[in-house]
Nanobody
Framework: QVQLVESGGGLVQAGGSLRLSCAAS???????????RGWYRQAPGKQRELVAA???????NYADSVKGRFTISRDNAKNTMYLQMNSLKPEDTAVYYC??????????WGQGTQVTVSS
């Protein structure tokens, strides 16, 4: 079993930056099976959507709406994933969730962290 804990959310003005972190903990066997990790977000009244994802090999993909502004990274030694968010816009306001998927189909989600961007 793996637990995910997000941190780093908050209130920021448009044009500002935030850095989210997602720390994974739990059984060593669960942690080493993790392959793809990602950030998702859900705004009020909208479906949860993929923001960015990264594989254990470092391949990344981003939603078109955040390309060039957000950067996903991971530190495998610390079992931690990050999302650097720059040039934030009011439409980035949402609850941000981290997700980890393993090579054998295990699927873990964090509890979410609120990001609010004021205009």
């Amino acid at each position: 079993q793996v637990q995910l804990v997000e941190s780093g959310g908050g209130l920021v003005q448009a044009g500002g930056s935030l850095r989210l972190s997602c720390a994974a903990s739990g059984s060593i066997f669960g942690l080493i099976r993790i392959n793809t990790r990602g950030w998702y977000r859900q705004a009020p009244g909208k479906q949860r959507e993929l923001v960015a994802a990264i594989t254990s090999g470092g391949s990344t993909n981003y939603a078109d709406s955040v390309k060039g502004r957000f950067t996903i990274s991971r530190d495998n030694a610390k079992n931690t994933m990050y999302l650097q968010m720059n040039s934030l816009k009011p439409e980035d306001t949402a609850v941000y969730y981290c997700r980890s998927q393993s090579t054998v189909g295990e699927d873990y989600w964090g509890q979410g962290t609120q990001v609010t961007v004021s205009s």
